[in-house]
């Protein structure tokens, strides 16, 4: 294991995430080196082509990391990895949200500052799907 | 800011993500404290109500830690967040992992433990849809 690797799992114990050490060298170590509760929203633009939508989205996006429960984020747009049948890069912007627990996501949703990034970047959306992730 | 919170940031830049520090108190903080790239995988069992199958997914998604690109891994199923229109919890099981960049991803989709995962496991999913985000 990296020092750069130990590093970072040492950080996720800290925030109360559950870390498998490996008992056999090569053996698959870390399970969960995040926290509990991942919530991953992928947003389609009314119109994808427009680049100051995008942006508009994602800087809407940056604000929730000023949510008190929120441990991590994600902001990104489609990769340009293979394409494959199974591959959705239809998206136009996907946020990722760590949370400790269903609470902390709660707190999440009804807060102020969520409320916000909702009323003033809604109209640029036309879709949008959630997944909401509890480690297993 | 936590210290919890701060030790993992600073983690994070060990990972060479890229760490927007605060300009004034209270403004939204860290953009992305995830390594660039997230490959997010969606698996639908064939027997959605055998918990030995959605086992034996996981068990095998754990293998994929071992994988030296692998940056960050977590695997979960649906949370029991709030119902809403919105949000698909039809799922069986969610596979995160985080890469430094698409070079790293590449690897992961060709190596060995990979291909064996696939190989071991394929029979158990009727449906996958993988999703595959870089920082913006």
Redesign the interface.
Same mark, same amino acid.
């Given at each position: 294991m990296s020092t750069?690797?130990r590093? =970072?799992m040492?950080?996720?114990a800290?925030?109360g995430t559950t870390i498998a050490a490996a008992t056999t060298a090569? %053996? %698959?170590?870390? $399970?969960?080196?995040?926290p509990k +509760? /991942? *919530? *991953?929203v @992928?947003f389609w633009l009314k119109n994808p082509a427009s680049k100051e939508d995008l942006s508009k989205l994602?800087a809407g996006l940056?604000? +929730?990391?000023?949510i008190e429960t929120v441990?991590?984020? *994600? @902001?990104?747009?489609?990769?340009?990895?293979?394409k494959?049948d /199974? $591959? !959705?890069?239809s998206?136009s912007?996907?946020e990722?949200l =760590?949370f400790d627990d269903?609470a902390g996501?709660?707190i999440y949703?009804d807060h102020p500052v969520h409320k916000k990034f909702v009323a003033d970047c809604s109209h640029l959306w036309e879709r /949008? $799907?959630?997944? !909401?992730?509890?480690?297993?």
């Open positions: 750069s690797r590093t =970072f040492a950080a996720a800290t925030l090569g %053996a %698959a170590t870390a $399970v969960n080196t995040y +509760l /991942v *919530h *991953h @992928f994602l940056r604000t +929730l990391t000023a441990r991590g984020a *994600h @902001f990104g747009v489609p990769a340009s990895t293979e494959r /199974v $591959v !959705d890069n998206y912007a996907s990722i =760590f269903l996501q709660k949703q /949008v $799907v959630v997944y !909401d992730a509890v480690s297993a």
